[in-house]
């Protein structure tokens, strides 16, 4: 027993309100190197972007060698994407070496692809499906060409 429970004063326990964010937040944080929801995020883009851009290059030859009479279009767009892809992943790149993040290697097991990542000492798997990383993909791309659209549609006014 405390000298501080005997004494009636002490039972109230008033807080203030930083003092009890600050005791909440030390309560609630996670190990100190442990990747937060944001960091994850980056890490998988770090692990979807790549796939993306190697998908676009492939089209990009395919629209190049073909027969179309839009192709200069087509490839011009494609190219376009592929930048914004490039310049991407180079912010997640840089956002994930600035908070000395480093994904190590990927391996495959049971449709899972799996990604070994350090933050800041601690070691952890990232794994997605296959099916996941395609939905992922396909969304970003929609993502990408809508940009390109809305620009698109705004020049032409």
Known sequence: MSKLEGNVRWQSKMLLTEHQEQYESRNDAKPAGQATPEELKMIRDYVLLPH?????????????HSTNVMKKVFAALTQLIMNR????????KRELSRRNIKILNDEQA????????VCRGYEDRFGMVREVMRSEISVRLTNYISEIAALLKDYGK
């Open 85 to 92: 892809v490039t310049k991407d992943m180079y912010q997640v």
């Open 52 to 64: 993306l851009l190697t998908i676009l290059q492939n089209s990009l030859e395919e629209v190049q």
């Open 110 to 117: 049971d449709m899972v692809v799996y990604h070994r990542f």
